[in-house]
Nanobody, 130 residues
Framework: QVQLAESGGGLVQAGGSLKLSCEAS????????MGWFRQGPGKDREFVVA?????????YADSVKGRFTISRDNAKNTVVYLQMNSLKPEDTAVYYC??????????????????????WGQGTQVTVSS
């Protein structure tokens, strides 16, 4: 069992930046592929970005490519980050991090589907004003 806790959300003007953190506890962090998803007002939860267990592979939704960056450091801590730059009002959403337990043989895989993930955080609100 792993517990996830997001932080770093808030209110920012369009064009600004925020850095979200997702801290994992309860199990070996490096055994999990991680992902960020978001759910805007009146919308379904959608994929944002994913990183493999090894950290070597990432995949971004087209809507955030070039603006958002995911990072993790398995050796130093149990946190995965989402750096969000050039924010737009349409980025307004609750952002969730998610974890999927994977073995060594799939350590380079990333996952984009909601149903692929085993554990979810409670979410952190990001609001971008125009």
């Amino acid at each position: 069992q792993v517990q996830l806790a997001e932080s770093g959300g808030g209110l920012v003007q369009a064009g600004g930046s925020l850095k979200l953190s997702c801290e994992a506890s309860g199990h070996t962090f490096s055994n999990y592929a991680m992902g960020w998803f978001r759910q805007g007002p009146g919308k379904d939860r959608e994929f944002v970005v994913a990183v493999s267990r090894s950290g070597s592979n990432t995949f971004y939704a087209d809507s955030v490519k070039g603006r958002f960056t995911i990072s993790r450091d398995n050796a130093k801590n149990t946190v995965v980050y989402l750096q969000m730059n050039s924010l737009k009002p349409e980025d307004t959403a609750v952002y969730y991090c998610a974890a999927k337990g994977v073995d060594y043989y799939t350590s380079t895989y990333y996952y984009t589907e909601i149903g692929a993930y085993d554990y979810w955080g409670q979410g952190t609100q990001v609001t971008v004003s125009s």
